[in-house]
């Protein structure tokens, strides 16, 4: 293997890397985790929000703290990588069950991105969210009932994914 495709293999690493990093702070709700994604002068783009990378934490934090548990899948990763900048299509997937009203949203798109490399490591420094489709539907939840003893999942550093070493 060249040292050319080795290096392109170690970019798209870290920019998938950066992608999972992104959904994990939106599922545990980690402000400082959403944030370490982006460039201090990003931009960002969902819908009716524009704004900075603290702006877009604020926003997130505030709508995802509307819902009981959210749950972001990545699907397929479209990377161009150019020397210290890239662009990438990401797909993917949110669950997200409403704290206080009856329903479960999904919602699927893209995430359209410019990185750039920064002092060795990559960066978004500008994202827009493409929204594909969506669904709401009347939660349907009694798999817990039945249940009690499953392993929760918690949406703050209290998750067990911050204690591997405790599963």
């Known amino acids: 293997m060249s040292d050319q495709a080795l290096e392109q293999l170690i970019d798209e690493r870290d920019l998938r890397d950066l992608a999972a ?30 704004g900075s990378p603290d702006q877009m934490v604020a926003m997130a934090m505030t709508a995802l703290g509307a819902y009981r548990t959210t749950q972001h899948f990545l699907g397929q990763i479209n990377l161009t990588i150019d020397a210290d900048s890239a662009t990438g299509e990401v797909y993917f997937q949110a669950f997200h069950q409403h704290a206080t009203e009856n329903f479960d949203r999904f919602i699927c798109g893209r995430y359209i991105d410019r990185y750039a490399r920064r002092d060795g490591h990559w960066l978004i420094t500008h994202r827009t969210e493409v929204v594909d489709w969506t669904r709401t539907e009347p939660i349907a939840d009694d798999y817990f009932t039945g249940r009690p003893q499953t392993v929760r999942g918690t949406r703050d550093t209290t998750d067990l994914s911050y204690r591997p070493q405790e599963a």
């Open 21 to 50: 990093t992104y959904m994990r702070g939106l599922d545990r709700l980690d402000p400082s985790l959403l944030r370490s994604v982006f460039t201090p002068d990003a931009t960002t783009h969902y819908g009716a929000f524009t």
